[in-house]
């Protein structure tokens, strides 16, 4: 009889912490804004902080409540800036800084200490290595935020572009609309 009322009494706890954690998931939901994901996705994010905020999110939010221009971003762009316009029926404004090339940070093996300020400096763990040992760059991951350069004590790494090939080029021109491309695929099937 004491089992039994002992797992009454906590199905009756959990029920009770059950009804007030759903009460207060209800109570103080936090909602996104929706705008500041679409910005946000189209930004680099680098989180380089070339815009002048501590990364890509925070620079889409302030865009979001009007407080900074939409040119401000490097890496992504006049592209970034025209698509940035598009979405938000602004008007197209020159990039505020010079745009660069894509880029990713090389370190010279043979000079490097190991330090691991890169490592610090790094704001998408790009960068692997151990304290005393030899670090190297996780190319996939590099982001060319040059965010490393500055902390380097020995100055081992380098920036250099990268080469165009098939697996990071892009139309120079508009592409046609997914949109429209899928209107046109059943008019090419009925073709063939």
Request: glycine letters at 8%; one cysteine or more; charged letters at 20%.
């Amino acid at each position: 009889m004491d089992i039994l009322l002992a797992i009454a009494i906590m199905a009756l706890g959990a029920v009770v912490l059950g009804a007030a954690l759903g009460y207060a998931s209800i109570k103080f939901k936090v909602e996104g804004d929706p705008l500041v994901d679409k910005i946000d996705a189209i930004l680099p994010q680098t989180q380089c902080g070339q815009c002048g905020f501590p990364g890509c999110k925070p620079y889409a939010e302030a865009i979001a409540k009007g407080e900074v221009d939409i040119n401000l971003c490097p890496p992504g762009g006049m592209e970034g800036v025209q698509r940035l316009a598009d979405l938000l029926g602004r008007e197209v404004k020159p990039l505020d800084a010079e745009e660069k090339p894509k880029q990713i940070a090389i370190i010279d093996e043979n000079t490097c200490i190991g330090c691991t300020l890169c490592i610090q400096a790094c704001p998408v763990d790009a960068i692997v290595g151990a304290a005393k040992q030899m670090h190297t760059i996780i190319a996939g991951q590099c982001t060319g935020c040059e965010l490393c350069l500055p902390p380097c004590p020995v100055e081992c790494i380098r920036m250099e572009a990268i080469g165009e090939n098939i697996d990071n080029w892009k139309w120079k021109y508009p592409v046609v609309e997914i949109k429209a491309a899928d209107a046109a695929r059943p008019a090419i099937k009925e073709a063939a």
